[in-house]
């Protein structure tokens, strides 16, 4: 076994494959979007920074955390209960009920802030203790008791609202659709491709839905302003239905932007592969979109995914625990232009000399009983 310092290649003689480990790091780059869909992208000095956010309140409202959300509700109806309360012991101040005690009052047994308080949580509450109630003396009392009751059907509405669409947030139903944590580089039916795994986790299914990709670069300008780069990326099949786990396949052809790029030329390329798969809930009919990003880092040259899928007698059986791992096939070390010009081999006539991996963090174990089945790596 050899290693070079420079790049850390590690090579297996008895499967003539190399692991690249990568280049020392020496500075993380930043992505263009993370792993799980989220965008790092933070706006500064925006104009009307805050005007987007009020000018749309309810969409503000469902975006926040639960915590900020519960803690607003929970203010929201303890300040109302506040503020009618000071209304109802104020109208009592003026009509003199709390001074003198014979006086007919506005709200029976409200002789001060205390049962002012308490009156106002029970109206806007509907509790209707009975002990508490308003009387025919005064009409500013009457006309307070019908605002209360009008904002409080408003401020149950907007709470009962926002705290259904939290819980119908597409978000949530995007998390349980993921990719796989790597992308893989082998023949089908000669022609070299790069595909990926998506895979529903929930029983309900989702029928139909539209995958898309495309290729992202960032360009340094001389004046220090950065340019971004889009590149469609063509998809063998972007309609497809997820009953069962779906590998989504990019031919390497002419037209393609990773037609001239080889297994060497990815280690000093700088792009990121941004995918997305769009669908209805097929329980709520809303739209989703579930969306992850692969590094050159993250393309494995020269395997293929394992099967999931067995055939059972009365289901179909798929195996989760598979989603991720791959395994070693042979595939020539070239790019797909290179190899169209030399000509496309059989797939299943190379030889095992020319497997391949390349990426970081890969980890690798070989069969103890028969050491010339391939290889298998689980993508990390």
């Known amino acids: 076994m050899s290693t070079e310092r420079s790049e850390q290649v590690i090579i297996d003689t008895n499967f003539t494959t190399i692991h690249t480990l990568g280049k020392k790091k020496e500075g993380r780059r930043l992505r263009y979007m993370q792993k799980d869909g989220r965008f790092p992208v933070v706006f500064q000095k925006a104009p009307g920074y805050w005007t987007p956010y009020l000018m749309d309140i309810f969409t503000t409202l469902v975006e926040i955390r639960w915590r900020v959300t519960l803690l607003g ?23 003199g009920d709390i001074d003198d005690v014979s006086n007919s009052p506005c ?11 308490m009156f106002s949580m029970e109206t806007q509450a509907t509790i209707g203790y009975g002990f508490r109630g308003m009387t025919e003396n005064c009409m500013v009392a009457i006309i307070l008791v019908t605002v209360q009751d009008v904002f409080s059907c408003l401020l149950d509405t907007i709470v009962i609202g926002i705290v259904v669409a939290k819980m119908a947030s597409a978000r949530k139903r995007a998390q349980t659709v993921g990719f796989s944590s790597c992308a893989v580089v082998n023949l089908r039916d000669g022609v070299l491709c790069l595909s990926w795994r998506l895979g529903d986790f929930r029983g309900n299914h989702i029928l139909e839905g539209v995958v898309k990709a495309m290729l992202v670069r960032y360009m340094k300008q001389p004046g220090g302003s950065v340019v971004m780069s889009y590149q469609d990326v063509h998809i063998q099949d972007r309609d497809i239905v997820l009953a069962t786990p779906a590998t989504i396949v990019h031919k390497l052809e002419p037209g393609s932007p990773l037609y001239s790029m080889g297994p060497d030329d990815l280690l000093g390329e700088d792009f990121e592969l941004v995918v997305s798969f769009t669908y209805n809930g097929d329980s709520t009919g809303m739209l989703h979109q579930s969306r992850t990003s692969y590094t050159p880092a993250d393309i494995r040259w ?9 055939l059972g007698k009365k289901h179909y059986k798929v195996d989760y625990a ?22 496309r081999p059989v797939e299943g006539s190379l030889s095992r000399g020319t497997l ?7 980890t690798c174990r070989r ?14």
């Not at 709200?107 to 308080?117: E, I, K, L, S």
């Not at 391949?356 to 890969?362: P, S």
Request: aromatic share 14%; charged share 15%; net charge positive.
């Open 367 to 380: 069969n103890p009983h028969n050491t010339g089945e391939v290889m298998q790596q689980t993508c990390l």
């Open 302 to 310: 020269g395997q293929r995914f394992q099967d999931m899928l067995k």
């Open 107 to 117: 709200v029976d047994n409200v002789r001060g802030f205390t049962g002012a308080f």
């Open 73 to 95: 509700f929970s203010l929201s109806y303890i300040l109302s209960w506040l503020f009618f309360g000071l209304c109802y012991w104020l109208i009592a101040k003026v009509h």
């Open 356 to 362: 391949v991996a390349l990426g970081k963090r890969n």
């Open 322 to 343: 598979l989603f991720n791992v791959t395994t070693w096939v042979p595939v020539p070390l070239l790019s797909a232009e290179e190899l169209d010009r030399r000509g």
